[in-house]
């Protein structure tokens, strides 16, 4: 009994954390200037805007649960839709929609958390469909900024995640370790839940 409840604490310690730093009325396209140029710029970019890497790490974790083939499409897939989109976001420009991310949190995490098998077809729409609409928004936010060059170096990063992460879950053997994957997914599907709260509290 008190592991669980130390466990739920910690819980509640991560989900206030995010829920903090993610908080859709704070939201700002930012801009992360690494002094190495837009390659690196676009880089840190990626790695320091959780609402975008989340959502990254969370298809890199549920194509390891699907299996090798997934795993393999989405190695090359999920990149690639990024890329298209961020440079459609170039060209276009836009603003940025506050629970887009939080959206992104529920649906990768319920999937991950109830360890739930799509059609191949299925799959493959969900992988191209959340890299393309965040690579849009990546693309508006570097519009002033690293641009296209920074949308390649975000490419590469992208490319690295989806095959070490996935890769890593495939090899995942043991039934509980399984367990921990989707623990993270309901992890991140109720930290979407906090930010669409503070996304409706901020509306009110």
């Known amino acids: 009994m008190k592991r669980i409840i130390t466990m739920s604490a910690r819980l509640l310690f991560v989900a206030t954390l995010f829920q903090v730093v993610l908080k ?5 396209a930012h801009l992360v200037t690494t002094g190495m140029g837009p390659v690196y710029d676009g880089i840190g970019h990626l790695l320091l805007t959780p609402e975008d ?4 790490l969370a298809v890199a974790l549920y194509a390891g649960m699907q299996g090798t083939a997934p795993g393999r499409r989405t190695l090359f897939l999920f990149p690639l839709a990024w890329l298209l989109g961020g440079f459609i976001g170039l060209f276009i420009g836009g603003q940025s929609v506050v629970w887009l991310p939080a959206l992104s949190f529920i649906i990768l995490g319920a999937l991950i958390s109830a360890d739930l098998r799509l059609p191949t077809n299925g799959f493959t729409l ?3 469909a959340v890299g393309f609409v965040h690579g849009f928004f990546n693309g ?3 519009k002033q900024g690293a641009g296209a060059l920074g949308l390649i170096g975000i490419m590469t990063v992208l490319f690295i995640l989806m095959a070490l992460i996935s890769a890593f879950v495939v090899s995942l053997k043991r039934p509980w370790t399984r ?3 989707r623990v993270s997914g309901s992890w991140m599907a109720a930290i979407g839940m906090l930010m669409i709260g503070w996304f409706i509290r901020g509306q009110g």
Request: no cysteine.
């Open 24 to 28: 859709p009325s704070m939201a700002v």
């Open 53 to 56: 890497l989340v959502p990254a």
């Open 179 to 181: 367990i921990v994957v």
């Open 126 to 128: 969900l992988t191209v």
């Open 140 to 142: 508006v936010a570097l």
